[in-house]
């Protein structure tokens, strides 16, 4: 018998296409913002930070400021407090990774808050897409990759493009270039993808 692949269909992975399915999963979930969230947890850990918290509310995040001695907030939102914008480059930029980074954001964070069920929470784009394969594959477990954009505005497509390119890495695939741009553009089939029709030419399939 041939050895498996550390990447092998065990991984089970689908993208939710409802927030009810991030809800009541049980197995690992993998939370998509693209151009914002998904990026800036990335950059906070790149940049050193080891205390990395993530909000589902506003409220929530500004409870937790009160009882912190000295944290950094990162936020699209309009918050009553000081804090860094929801960038990637403001987490670069920001100089004490010794501060606590706490991130509460209108589509991202609510997506996470969402998974309270689930074994185990990651967050995936592009720049850790290598990684997060890599990981999955040397623990494979029943997987839901859940774009933000269900929680805040289903038209952000980009998220859509991204999960079902980390839907492809992650079942052992690696998505080219050519096809990525078939996502792209495609990006008008997300309703109908949502709804469960079927595109033309299949390219959501």
């Not at 089970?12 to 990026?39: C, H, M, P, Q, Y």
């Not at 010794?98 to 991130?103: G, K, M, N």
């Not at 289903?154 to 991204?162: N, T, W």
């Amino acid at each position: 018998m041939s050895p498996q692949s550390p990447l092998e269909p065990r991984n089970n992975v689908k993208i939710a296409r409802s927030r009810g399915e991030a809800l009541t999963w049980r197995g690992r979930g993998i939370v998509v913002d693209l151009f914002r969230f998904s990026n800036t947890i990335c950059a906070l850990l790149q940049s050193g930070r080891r205390d990395v918290r993530v909000y589902p509310t506003p409220e929530l995040a500004l409870s937790a400021s009160r009882r912190s001695g000295g944290h950094d907030i990162f936020s699209e939102m309009d918050l009553p407090v000081e804090h860094y914008d929801n960038s990637p480059y403001e987490a670069l930029r920001a100089a004490d990774l010794f501060r606590p980074a706490f991130s509460v954001t209108k589509s991202g964070s609510k997506a996470a808050g969402a998974l309270l069920l689930a074994e185990e929470i990651l967050v995936g784009c592009f720049a850790n897409s290598t990684a997060l394969a890599a990981y999955c594959g040397a623990s494979p477990m029943p997987t839901l990759i859940v774009p933000a954009c269900l929680f805040y505005d289903a038209s952000h497509v980009e998220d859509l493009i991204c999960a079902r390119a980390l839907e492809a890495e992650l079942g052992g695939g690696r998505p080219s270039r050519r096809r990525c741009g078939r996502y792209m553009r495609a990006a008008g089939s997300w309703i109908s993808w949502l709804s469960g029709r079927r595109p033309a030419g299949g390219i959501w399939n």
